[in-house]
């Protein structure tokens, strides 16, 4: 594998862990995301090259993955940008859903698509990022749990139509102690009574995900392809 390993959303929680552990480990990383200084500030501390890009311009997205790939080839792509919706469905509007489709699956698709000929050159692995919400049905959750569910279907068909030089997986974390999910567990109560509801009775990290995410990235998953990983403390699959 050879080249940088491009993290879209590199100064999200996620991104940020999984940009840390990779540093940690003496694989070159390059950043994107949309605010210059905190790129800036992560690159520096962790010593990766960086580009301000907005996933939401095409044009911008283009140029954060030739940035990254200037040697012509690329390890790896995570995509760690989302978003979280919640809202009853009768509240739901069509311009929210489309937002939240571009910004979770239009994105990433972009991304890959960009970067598919430089991570074929660097036989490099794509990680993109799910929710629990799409294999549960959760209530207020129809954007998310739809959304979410189309990453993983996308994953499935990349996985499928990169073969064999490029590997593409998922990893479906549940509510993970991020900025992004802070308003939703900013009380002491919900947060202890969201992580009862994990058969491990406790809350994601972020470096829990970003763990999963890196050995997906890595060598070591190098028979791993099409996958859906989920990094949930057992809630998507056990009863708590």
Not at 81 to 95: E, F, H, K, M, Y
């Amino acid at each position: 594998m050879d080249g940088p390993i491009l993290i879209l959303g590199g100064t999200g929680g996620i991104g940020q862990a999984l940009a840390r552990r990779l540093a940690a480990q003496d694989r070159p990383v390059h950043l994107a995301a949309r605010d210059p200084d905190r790129l800036a500030a992560l690159g520096g501390e962790i010593g990766a090259r960086w580009t301000a890009c907005d996933v939401l311009d095409e044009a911008a997205l283009a140029r954060a993955v030739e940035d990254a790939a200037r040697g012509g080839t690329l390890a790896g792509l995570a995509y760690a940008v989302g978003s979280i919706d919640l809202a009853p469905l009768r509240r739901i509007t069509g311009p929210q859903l489309a937002h939240a489709f571009a910004l979770n699956v239009t994105g990433a698709a972009l991304a890959v698509r960009n970067a598919q000929a430089a991570l074929a050159a660097g036989t490099g692995s794509v990680v993109l990022f799910s929710s629990v919400a799409a294999g549960l049905g959760f209530r207020n959750q129809a954007v998310t749990g739809t959304v979410k569910a189309a990453v993983e279907g996308l994953t499935r068909a990349l996985a499928a139509e990169l073969a064999p030089k490029v590997r593409v997986n998922c990893v479906a974390p549940t509510l993970t102690r991020t900025p992004l999910a802070a308003s939703l567990i900013a009380s002491a109560q919900t947060a202890e009574a969201v992580a009862r509801q994990h058969p491990l009775a406790r809350l994601g990290e972020a470096d829990d995900v970003a763990a999963v995410a890196a050995v997906l990235l890595g060598p070591e998953a190098g028979f791993v392809t099409g996958q859906v990983v989920g990094v949930d403390g057992g809630r998507g699959a056990l009863a708590a």
